[in-house]
């Protein structure tokens, strides 16, 4: 079987989740099923729910955890939906590994390549919004907004309004086109034009800070009583709601900054951080596989008995 795609941090990942002997582990982002199978292996008494939004990496998924049989169940839907809907079960492990996957990018009739020959992004081919919508559709100040916000690009303004000029003439269909303007502006020596240019677009597309919000919120109000939450994200804004988060959640006092004497019981914190600091590749890793220099790991343990 030709594997598409390298799991990252694989050992650590596979260290955070190593005492669970019982329950469901919970993928919520199957993708190729690397950390899927590792975790099967490794954890032979556990289930495992692998949900993806794309029936693509479900389809070789299902393939190649096979051999697992009834231990494995696969949901094909968007992970802001998985928790809520499997809360009733003993939820001892949740992952979510999030991103584009390798033959996501590599595929270029998905349009995440720069040199792609549409302009589409989307995660879920099933769904409406591309980022042909949003990059024709979008009014100005629409994408300054996208552009700022999710690219943090300094020229924002000048970008948008390339796009804008761009378009005007003909619709902009494909992400080579899109590249071609993002090299007009330049960008950061080191990051290629496109690169924030990409990642604003594709986190409006598949609504990503927003899927990563419910996600989170979702595991909050599950009440679970013990179970480990292990989140990889690739970039700074992900990283920041991620992080976020699990301060939340480790604190007991959750009153305003500004008050004299705690108020609220003193008794909010759900568990505890198990990563002071994000978990990044080894340099061995890195090395061979250059796709893991941004992953970052947090690991969070619910325990509420
Ligand atoms: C980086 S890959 C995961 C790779 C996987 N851990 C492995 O070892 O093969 C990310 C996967 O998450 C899926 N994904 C991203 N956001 C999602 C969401 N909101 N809901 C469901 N799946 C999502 C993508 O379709 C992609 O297949």
């Not at 596979?14 to 993708?31: M, N, R, W």
């Not at 556990?46 to 479900?58: F, H, N, S, V």
């Not at 939906?81 to 979510?96: D, E, F, S, T």
Request: charged share 30%.
């Amino acid at each position: 079987m030709n594997i598409p795609h390298i799991p990252v941090l694989l050992n650590e990942v596979k260290a955070a989740f190593q005492g669970i002997d019982e329950g469901v582990i919970v993928d919520c982002t199957l993708g190729y099923g690397g950390h899927g199978e590792a975790l099967l292996e490794q954890n032979p008494n556990i289930k495992l729910i692998g949900c993806d939004q794309d029936a693509e990496a479900l389809r070789f998924s299902q393939k190649r955890l096979e051999r697992f049989g009834e231990r494995v169940q696969f949901e094909h839907d968007n992970f802001s939906n998985v928790i809520a809907k499997y809360r009733h079960l003993p939820l001892r492990g949740i992952l979510a590994d999030i991103g584009v996957s390798s033959l996501q990018l590599d595929k270029k009739e998905r349009g995440f390549a720069f040199d792609s020959d549409v302009l589409d992004m989307r995660m879920n081919p099933e769904q409406e919004l591309s980022a042909y919508d949003v990059i024709n559709r979008y009014d100005q100040d629409a994408l300054e907004f996208i552009l700022r916000e999710y690219g943090e690009i300094h020229e924002h303004k000048k970008l948008a309004q390339l796009i804008c000029d761009a378009r005007a003439k003909a619709p902009i269909k494909s992400a080579k086109e899109l590249s071609k303007i993002a090299e007009k502006v330049g960008g950061k020596k080191k990051i290629h034009p496109s690169t924030l240019l990409f990642q604003a677009i594709r986190i409006e597309v598949n609504n990503e800070l927003g899927v990563l919000s419910t996600l989170l919120e979702s595991i909050k109000n599950a009440d679970l009583e013990h179970c480990i939450v292990g989140i990889i994200s690739f970039h700074s804004l992900e990283d920041r709601i991620v992080k976020q988060t699990f301060k939340l959640w480790s604190q007991n006092c959750i009153c305003p900054p500004d008050v004299m004497r705690c108020m609220c019981g003193n008794n909010h914190a759900i568990g505890k951080l198990l990563s002071k600091k994000p978990i990044e590749a080894s340099a061995a890793e890195l090395k061979k596989n250059p796709r893991s220099r941004s992953a970052k790991l947090r690991i969070f343990e619910i325990r509420r008995a």
